[in-house]
């Protein structure tokens, strides 16, 4: 076969030594040139030197192959620098599988991308992902769409328009205000509970609210000088509880001692922690008062007591009698 450049040659035996050699599985002169043939078709010819010349042009531009003498004093070639270790891209495909945002097909696709970053040999290794219910898995094709533009939005200091809604009883997607769009100054996207949502100042409202991003439809962007706006998410986040926003107040809560890992994941481990008797520690944080917290502290039945501010004990006090009066 005639027409074949040397760069086209160059950069095949560059594909080849990713895709088929790795620290286990290396390939000799020989080797690379049947699979030239794979590459180019059968009629396909080239010399042994054409090939090693090649090769030290790909290692003159920093593209690592590593060689070795074997039996008959055939020298082996293979490509063993990744960008990634194997175990980071297990890492890569567990979080994309186990992500709720992404839709089952659009995680098939970018799991199949990651392991192309590695050797075909490698890859293998790769099979066995983490098990996720399908059930939970969503099934707006758009989000990944919807995240480059409200990216695009906070980059660029624009406003953002949307749609939103919910599921109702009939599993039927509802459009709130009548599918009417909603109009917001984007400050941030956060991943929470295997879910994107969107930090954002709606237009004529003081609060900052949460939108979960696969709940949204028509998201695009308004070309309006952004609002400028004091804002720190990591703060933000700190005193929010299951993305839930509210009123900044003082809260003082008890916990039992076997609690003690569960505050630490939640809080860090720069939190202050006062013990109280042999049996609970106090800690004093700046929280969000909302359904949110409530429902975070209600987790721990009696291991968890909120001791102020009062208006949250008689919350707290409210909907254990609601719980009460279900049973």
């Given at each position: ?38 590459y180019f078709g059968s009629d396909y ?129 509802i459009l709130s205000r009548e599918g ?106 700046s929280a969000s008062v909302s359904d ?36």
């Amino acid at each position: 076969m005639d027409g074949i450049s040397n760069i086209r040659r160059i950069m095949a035996i560059q594909e080849i030594l990713f895709q088929m050699t790795d620290e286990e599985h290396e390939l000799s002169i020989s080797e690379i040139i049947e699979q030239l043939k794979l590459y180019f078709g059968s009629d396909y010819k080239v010399s042994k030197n054409t090939v090693k010349n090649a090769i030290e042009e790909l290692r003159s531009s920093k593209f690592n192959i590593e060689e070795s003498i074997k039996e008959n004093q055939t020298i082996h070639y293979s490509h063993q620098y990744r960008e990634f270790e194997i175990h980071e891209l297990r890492m890569l495909i567990d979080a994309i599988s186990s992500a709720r945002f992404i839709t089952q097909e659009e995680s098939n696709k970018l799991i199949e991308k990651v392991k192309s970053l590695t050797s075909k040999h490698l890859a293998k290794r790769l099979r066995n992902q983490v098990i996720v219910d399908m059930g939970v898995k969503a099934e707006n094709k758009e989000v990944r769409y919807h995240i480059d533009t409200i990216h695009s939005c906070i980059n660029q200091k624009k406003m953002l328009t949307f749609q939103y809604g919910r599921y109702n009883l009939k599993k039927e997607f509802i459009l709130s205000r009548e599918g009417n769009l909603y109009t917001a100054w984007p400050l941030s996207l956060v991943w929470n509970s295997d879910y994107y949502y969107l930090v954002a100042k709606p237009e004529g409202i003081e609060e900052i609210r949460h939108y979960r991003v696969d709940r949204m439809k028509k998201v695009s962007e308004k070309n309006v000088q952004n609002l400028q706006i004091e804002f720190n998410i990591t703060d933000h986040l700190k005193r929010c509880f299951n993305m839930y926003p509210g009123e900044v107040d003082n809260v003082e809560i008890q916990f039992s001692n076997q609690l003690i890992n569960v505050v630490l994941d939640r809080f860090g481990r720069n939190i202050n922690i006062k013990k109280v008797d042999e049996e609970k520690f106090s800690i004093k944080i700046s929280a969000s008062v909302s359904d949110g917290l409530i429902r975070w502290l209600l987790t721990w039945a009696s291991d968890a007591k909120v001791v102020s501010p009062p208006y949250l004990v008689k919350k707290i006090k409210d909907e254990v009698t609601k719980m009460y009066q279900n049973y």
